[in-house]
């Protein structure tokens, strides 16, 4: 298991890496059944960072800096642009996860995101046919708000440095002229 980069704020027990996998049927498992944190726990880490407890949904979440889209209910699916939906929360995982493991997406604070290849730095982010990455230089459709890339990404898909700031799906605003 990695290290978490990040530190808990009060938050006893909180490992921001950590994955739980509920146990198969009838199968013992010394620590119990139940994820340690109810969906939708929030929790404040070092670096002025936020994070929130998710059940990851269909697909879970391929690696580090995958943006998923969080619904009402706190599951969590990779965006992709036929399941991004006007006003759902935006949260990057910090390692990999399966369709019902339990774990948390940061949503404030210096993170990693999987963009496209030749993705800009502070520019309007997107999702892509890709589950999880974002690109740049799109001008329609429902934009991550709030996630922006602090270093450009080079010439192949990767991950970029980023900063998360509560982020949300919205439309592009484009003022009168």
Known sequence: MAT????????L?????????????GAAYPI????????GTRMRGSKDSEWVYV???SGGATGAGYVCRINEDFTATMCSTSNETYGDAAGVPPV???EGDYGWLQI???CVVRV?????????LVATGTAGELDDGVTTGIF???LVLTTANGGSAGTAAAYANFPVFDTLYEPET
């Open 13 to 25: 027990g909180a490992d921001f890496n950590a994955v739980f996998t509920p146990p198969s049927s």
């Open 32 to 39: 119990g059944d139940q994820a340690p944190f109810a969906v």
């Open 96 to 98: 990999a996860a399966s």
């Open 144 to 146: 991550v708000k709030g």
């Open 4 to 11: 978490s980069l990040y530190a808990t704020d009060g938050g």
């Open 55 to 57: 059940l990851y949904g």
């Open 108 to 110: 404030k604070g210096p």
């Open 116 to 124: 496209a290849a030749s993705a800009n730095a502070n520019v309007d």
